[in-house]
């Protein structure tokens, strides 16, 4: 008997074995999640699609989430499909790169715009589709960053973005709640990704992170995923609108470990 058996759940994110997405895929896969991926174009077809397959999937939709057209189209596949839906993942996130270095203040409107579109609205978005598929309650989940708390270098307009995807978390929480939907986040540490490798002087973050955190490391797209089974299967059936992190503890440290080498 598997957490997940008999449930079925759409994976956004996906774009190589690096990315967080399929840290969580392979976590609920293994507990009998029966899996549906989204991927942003073709040219990431090539890499998402033997993954998929990995994992007992031969659903494999196109989806960009910054056109609202190629988000219906995605649900309407779906609903085809499978009818209805037990839980989502949105592991999505996009800025221009260019921004993610330097100063915030210099952030440009059509960058803040496209940031926001793309690594907020997007989960509301999706949360507006999903919920008419999940006849029988649901769990949706995204993911954050603790530059949503903090000022984190580089991490810019991203941080802004992030914190309004946590408050939008909260909003969603409420509007779903009453039709036994839960909406969370997963606030993760650091992790060598495609979409980290944007962030202006990563590979210091991530030694940082592994020098100062309370379990003095990194986390890894595993843990994450255990994480997540809780978040989506019935472990976790009284959390709603919650931030849960799994970052090896960083975000309770106050200042640099005086035992940590210097950077
Ligand atoms: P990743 O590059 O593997 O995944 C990012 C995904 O976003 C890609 O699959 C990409 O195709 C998708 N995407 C971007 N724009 C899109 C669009 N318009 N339409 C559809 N898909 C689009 O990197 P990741 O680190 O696994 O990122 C997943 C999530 O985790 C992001 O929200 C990121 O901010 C968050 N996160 C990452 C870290 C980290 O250190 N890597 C830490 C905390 C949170």
């Given at each position: 008997?598997g957490l997940m058996?008999g449930?079925r759940?759409l994976i ?7 990315s967080i ?19 942003q174009g073709?040219?990431l077809?090539?890499?998402v699609g ?23 189209a995605?649900f309407k596949k779906?609903?085809?499909e ?7 993942v ?5 800025s221009d790169?260019?921004?993610?270095r330097?100063?915030?203040v210099?952030?440009s409107?059509?960058?803040f715009?496209m940031t926001?579109?793309?690594?907020v609205?997007?989960f509301?978005?999706v ?7 999940m006849?029988?309650?649901?769990s ?5 960053y603790?530059g949503?708390?903090?000022?984190m270098p580089h ?5 802004v973005a992030?914190?309004?995807?946590e408050a939008s ?18 606030s993760?540490?650091?992790i ?5 490798s944007?962030i202006?002087?990563?590979?210091y973050?991530?030694?940082?992170n592994?020098?100062n955190s309370?379990l ?10 255990k994480?997540?089974l809780?978040?989506?299967s019935?472990l976790g059936?009284?959390v709603t609108?919650e931030?849960?992190?799994?970052d090896a503890g960083?975000?309770?440290i106050?200042m640099k470990?005086?035992?940590?080498p210097?950077m």
């Amino acid at each position: 008997m598997g957490l997940m058996d008999g449930k079925r759940g759409l994976i956004m994110g996906l774009a190589n074995d690096k990315s967080i997405a399929w840290g969580i895929a392979k976590a609920v896969a293994a507990e009998g999640a029966e899996l549906a991926f989204s991927y942003q174009g073709d040219a990431l077809l090539k890499r998402v699609g033997p993954l998929a397959e990995q994992l007992g999937s031969n659903l494999m939709i196109p989806c960009d989430v910054s056109d609202e057209a190629s988000l219906d189209a995605l649900f309407k596949k779906l609903e085809e499909e499978w009818g209805t839906l037990d839980f989502v993942v949105h592991a999505i996130g996009f800025s221009d790169k260019s921004e993610l270095r330097g100063r915030y203040v210099e952030t440009s409107p059509a960058n803040f715009e496209m940031t926001m579109n793309i690594s907020v609205y997007s989960f509301t978005a999706v949360c507006q589709r999903a919920e008419k598929m999940m006849n029988e309650g649901g769990s949706l989940l995204t993911l954050t960053y603790y530059g949503a708390e903090k000022v984190m270098p580089h991490y810019n307009v991203m941080g802004v973005a992030k914190a309004a995807l946590e408050a939008s978390v909260m909003y969603l929480a409420e509007d779903l709640g009453r039709d036994g939907i839960r909406v969370n986040a997963i606030s993760a540490g650091t992790i060598k990704t495609l979409a980290a490798s944007g962030i202006g002087d990563f590979r210091y973050i991530l030694k940082w992170n592994e020098n100062n955190s309370p379990l003095r490391r990194t986390v890894t797209q595993e843990e994450v995923g255990k994480s997540a089974l809780y978040l989506l299967s019935d472990l976790g059936s009284a959390v709603t609108g919650e931030v849960h992190h799994v970052d090896a503890g960083y975000h309770v440290i106050g200042m640099k470990n005086p035992e940590a080498p210097d950077m």
